[in-house]
């Protein structure tokens, strides 16, 4: 299936061996005590995806229950804790650590042509934060469940039965709060201490600009979480009266509380995939970036206007109607820097070289998806049309577009993109573009069908639409659209299976990779592949990230490199 | 607009009251102005979108690489592009804000001679509650073309109302007092949701939504503010059946299992005189006094399933207050003579107001 020439000796080969960060050191200890920011990456790497195969089986559960009207496998009480469970894991297991922890920890150092972050101890501390907090969360499962979705809105989830699941996770989010916390600092420091000389803010790769506001984000917003998981935790267990009316609390501050948090989240979600997607689209298109600063500044601004509009998810909470107003009139705010990023992103493709390699593949599907999951967002930041769609599918299929669609889309062509140099190994091609269209296909399938099913009056978290109070009608209705989401979940589940086959086969069979397969200008591409263990062996040439001018392809190395006919001069613009 | 116009019509056949591509039906007379907002973001958003994703096939296409050569010289940054690019995504969201906010004030904003329901959420069913003391479960009967205020409030945890007909929803909060208002503009029978997540049952808080002529409305609360009065003592077991559908959520009739124990099983109870085990690990004799008082105060004492484990929560406390002293021994009724209400499969005969009401006449 992939393509191996076995005829021709692979590149390197006659070459003694070259040490690199996977072979510095060996054993099992040297990974699980390792401050190697490489060796962390990839264990974050390793760990988040396995938590996401996890969380993609519960959505399969999910799928495969509501494919037909009336109960197929799950009982009402197992579906409500499936796809709770789904939530948390892909929340605050996957997406919000994603990118950052395990990319950002692997390319940022390097990017900045730094040995390690500024904290290497802490960045190991948190990774067992994570694991700790992973193994509570799941853990839940054997201790009762969990069936209060992943918001975990009072009085439900202080008055249920599932006292011990419900402790449980509350004391994951608090964990894994922290965990999210150190990361976020120890990007800010390293990003405004080790950047080497000549590399001032505007000559930083985007993809830093985004990991910088993620963790400003990281660091202001998630005590709020902390706090209130806490608050809850005592109110379950000691019975003191601050969200639960019985007890002469307000179930909506724990709304605000929440939000106040959750809301910066979906940022902390996205913002670094946004950074990823300006590295894929220049690098892929060996084109300049087009509006640099703009870019750049986009991201911090959707850090600022993200802390000022968590109240437009509570527009039915019963908060008085003039907050809706105003919370509605600054959500619209966010729109502008988002659009203004997506504009720049396409003016870059102007005149650029565009390749079709399986990383440039999920940054145009992303331009696609987010671009459908912004406008809808219109709809739903509009107080007259979210009143209707107000948890609906509609607001399911939304942020479906923009975590999944944008987040995790832009994470998966991340490690595509930077394989080679984690790895040392190149993947197929072929196969990669495969499943990049099965997943675009999949999931336009099993989403956009639920915009429909939410504007026709679909609620979210419904274990089944048939049952004596139902309308047959509706029931039929409902199914059809439930029937294609269903069935297009299983084509996206195909192609990620297919990338793990082919990912896992690159390991063992794949083509060594060269230093540079894509003609990337930032630093991580001017040390082999994969690193050395203190990353570059002599200083890196700092300059324009995104003058592509300077390389020029190699036939026999399959990568490219400086030009022959330009000095090599460390510090050179 | 003439520009969208087409696409409009496209994807957004709203026009009428049967719904369309996006819609259900509508019968209220804020939906046209929710539809229009809807489809005038969703004009918006197709043109962006053609525009974007047109824009990126059409580079895709003409910029293909070919070969490894260095990419075409072209500027990196344009001051005035980036502001056009910010600005007209401002000026369009503004005027989204202000046509969402004017719809807004009028969905909010109840009129001043609205009839007023009280609407009361609790696990996992709906009770509707008229100004002259009638009460119905999961079916809110209202008058056509008069404004309707629904008055909500949540027992337990927080549900949230949602007719998609009239395109209204609101969430009912514990310890809060929230409504929301329609006016419906023609006869029918349209969906009711929870649209707020509360629990096992969730799924099955559903009802409808049955609009009526002012006649026949003032027939139908009049009926249901006093039918159970003019059921003669021998068919209050009868009247029991239409009651039952304040329990079906959690006790089935035919001795599966569900959030509390079925009838059947206390039937069988009652009519060998046998006892039933609590959570806290005393029995109970199941006799008239024990299903009164397990009515009543639901809470004194819970019972324990099969399995010997208590049922996951006891049963609205107040309970007893929506069904009326009538309607709390017409349930006793029912759960001592079930044997007589249930067919050969152990389903429920049917059982209609008018075959056991006496003296109602057919209203004009």
Request: with cysteine; proline share 6%.
């Amino acid at each position: 299936m992939t393509t191996i020439d076995t005829t021709k000796p692979t590149p390197g080969a006659e070459t003694p061996p070259v040490d690199n960060y996977l072979t510095h050191s060996t054993g099992i200890m040297s990974w699980l005590g390792t401050l190697d920011h490489k060796r962390i990456g990839v264990m974050y790497l390793v760990s988040i995806l396995t938590a996401f195969f996890l969380g993609g089986m519960f959505a399969m559960l999910l799928r495969l229950e509501l494919m037909f009207p009336g109960e197929q496998i799950l009982s009402q009480d197992q579906y409500n804790m499936a796809f709770t469970l789904h939530g948390v894991i892909m929340v605050f297991l996957v997406i919000i650590p994603s990118v950052p922890a395990s990319l950002g920890n692997f390319v940022l150092p390097i990017m900045l042509g730094a040995k390690d972050v500024a904290f290497p101890r802490l960045n190991l501390f948190s990774y067992y934060l994570w694991v700790t907090g992973a193994v509570l969360a799941v853990s839940s499962i054997f201790f009762g469940g969990v069936d209060t979705g992943w918001t975990l809105y009072v009085p439900y989830s202080t008055s249920g039965t599932q006292m011990n699941g419900i402790l449980l996770v509350t004391f994951a989010v608090f964990v894994l709060g922290f965990s999210s916390i150190f990361t976020g600092i120890n990007f800010i420091v390293t990003i405004h201490r080790l950047r080497p000389p000549g590399m001032t803010w505007f000559r930083m790769p985007l993809f830093l600009w985004a990991i910088y506001a993620t963790g400003i984000l990281q660091v202001m917003a998630t005590p709020v979480i902390g706090i209130t998981v806490a608050l809850l935790a005592v109110e379950r267990l000691f019975g003191i009266g601050i969200f639960d009316p019985a007890l002469g609390g307000d179930p909506v501050l724990f709304q605000h509380f929440f939000w106040f948090y959750s809301h910066p989240a979906v940022y902390i979600m996205i913002l670094p995939g946004m950074g990823i997607i300006s590295e894929l689209i220049s690098v892929h298109s060996h084109k300049h970036i087009f509006g640099y600063k703009f870019i750049a500044f986009s991201s911090v601004a959707i850090a600022i206007f993200s802390f000022i509009v968590w109240g437009h998810h509570m527009f039915l909470s019963g908060q008085s109607p003039l907050m809706n107003v105003v919370f509605s009139a600054i959500t619209f705010s966010v729109a502008i820097p988002s659009a203004v990023k997506v504009f720049n992103w396409l003016a870059t493709l102007y005149k650029g070289s565009i390749s079709f390699n399986t990383p440039m593949l999920y940054a145009l599907s992303f331009l696609v998806l987010f671009t459908i999951s912004g406008l809808t967002g219109l709809h739903l930041g509009t107080l007259a049309t979210d009143i209707h769609l107000h948890d609906t599918y509609f607001v399911v299929a939304h942020f479906h577009y923009t975590m999944m669609g944008g987040a995790l889309i832009a994470m998966i062509g991340g490690i595509h993109h930077w394989w080679p140099k984690i790895t040392g190994r190149m993947y197929s091609e072929f196969l990669g573009r495969i499943a990049c269209g099965l997943i675009f296909i999949g999931f336009n399938l099993t989403f956009f069908t639920q915009f429909m099913l939410g504007s026709k009056g679909m609620p979210r978290r419904y274990h089944d639409y048939a049952g004596d109070n139902w309308n047959p009608t509706v029931t039929e209705l409902f199914g059809k659209y439930h029937f294609w989401s269903s069935i297009g979940s299983f084509v996206m589940a195909a192609g990620f299976f297919l990338i793990a086959f082919y990912l896992l086969h690159s390991l063992f069979r794949g083509k060594k990779a060269p230093a540079n397969p894509w003609g990337g200008r930032s630093l991580e591409w001017q040390c082999a592949s994969p690193p050395p263990h203190d990353n570059f062996s002599e200083p890196p040439h700092v300059g324009d990230p995104y003058d592509f001018t300077v390389l020029e392809w190699d036939e026999q190395e399959q990568g490219y490199h400086w030009r022959h006919d330009l000095k090599h001069e460390p510090g050179e613009a | 607009m003439n520009l969208l116009s087409p696409m409009f019509l496209l994807l957004a056949q709203t026009g009428g009251t049967g719904g369309g591509f996006w819609f259900p039906e509508s019968a209220s007379t804020v939906a046209p102005e929710v539809d229009f907002a809807f489809d005038f973001i969703t004009g918006i958003s197709i043109f962006f979108f053609v525009l974007i994703v047109g824009v990126m096939l059409w580079f895709m296409f003409k910029y293909r690489r070919r070969g490894h050569l260095p990419s075409m010289e072209s500027p990196t940054h344009n001051t005035p592009l980036e502001i056009t690019w910010t600005a007209i995504p401002m000026i369009l969201v503004v005027l989204i804000f202000y046509i969402g906010l004017k719809g807004y004030v009028n969905i909010t904003t109840p009129p001043e001679n609205s009839y007023e329901i009280e609407a009361v959420g609790q696990q996992w069913y709906w009770s509707f509650n008229y100004p002259n003391g009638a009460t119905d479960i999961n079916i809110l009967h209202v008058p056509v073309g008069r404004p309707v205020k629904i008055n909500l409030r949540a027992n337990d945890v927080i549900h949230a109302l949602f007719i998609p007909a009239f395109r209204v929803k609101m969430d009912a909060v514990p310890g809060r007092r929230t409504e929301l208002w329609f006016e419906a503009t023609r006869e029918g029978e349209f969906e009711l949701y929870c649209a707020e997540y509360c629990g096992t049952q969730h799924s099955q808080m559903v009802g409808k939504v049955i609009v009526y002529n002012q006649f026949a409305f003032e027939a139908k609360i009049d009926e249901l503010a006093n039918w159970l009065d003019k059921v003669p003592d021998e068919d209050l077991h009868k009247a029991g059946v239409i009651l039952y559908n304040y329990c079906s959520t959690c006790h089935t009739v035919d001795g599966s299992p569900l959030i509390g124990p079925s009838f059947q099983e206390t039937h069988e109870l009652f009519k060998s005189g046998g006892t039933r085990k609590l959570a806290d690990g005393s029995a109970v004799t199941v006799n008239e006094d024990y299903l009164r008082s397990s009515i009543r105060k639901p809470s004194d004492q819970i019972a324990a399933s099969a399995q010997g484990v208590a049922y996951p929560s006891s049963m609205t406390p107040n309970i007893a207050d929506q069904l009326g002293t009538r309607g709390v021994e017409a349930m006793i009724q029912m759960l001592m003579r079930l044997d007589e209400l249930v067919d050969a499969e152990g389903k429920l005969k049917k059982v209609e107001r008018a075959d056991i009401v006496v003296g109602t006449e057919e209203p004009q």
